[in-house]
C-alpha cells in the first residue's frame, strides 16, 4: 500500500468532508441523503450486519483524495466484491490514490472471501 495515504473505513466526522467528492461525480442527490445513506453504512458495520463499506482516502495532512463504495455481491461463481462508487480527486498523484484504494480493496476482499474485479484506470 502507498505509504503516503492512509485508506479507512468512513468515520461519521468525513461524512461532510466526503461530500464533495461524490457531488462532483454526480453520484448523490443532496447533502441529507448523503448522510443519511452513510449513516446506514456506517451504522451497519457497528452492528456487525455490513455488507458495504465506505472507505476513504487520507493523506497525511487527513485531506480527502479518494473514496469509494464497496459491497457484497452473490453470484453463482462466489461472491464478488462491486465497487459501484469510486472516486480519486487529484491530479498530482491519481496512480498514488489509485494504488491505495485498490490495495484496501484487496485486502477487504480477501478478509471476506470475495473476489475483487480490477478497477480500470
Known sequence: MNAAYNVTDMTAAQVDRAF???NAVDAVFDLSDWRQFCQRIIASRSEGTANEWLLVCANALGYLKGLCLARVNQT???????VPLYVVATVIDEEGVQSALQARLQMLGATLGAAVPAIPT
Open 76 to 82: 453463482d461463481s462466489g461472491s464478488v466484491l462491486d
Open 20 to 22: 464533495p467528492l461524490v
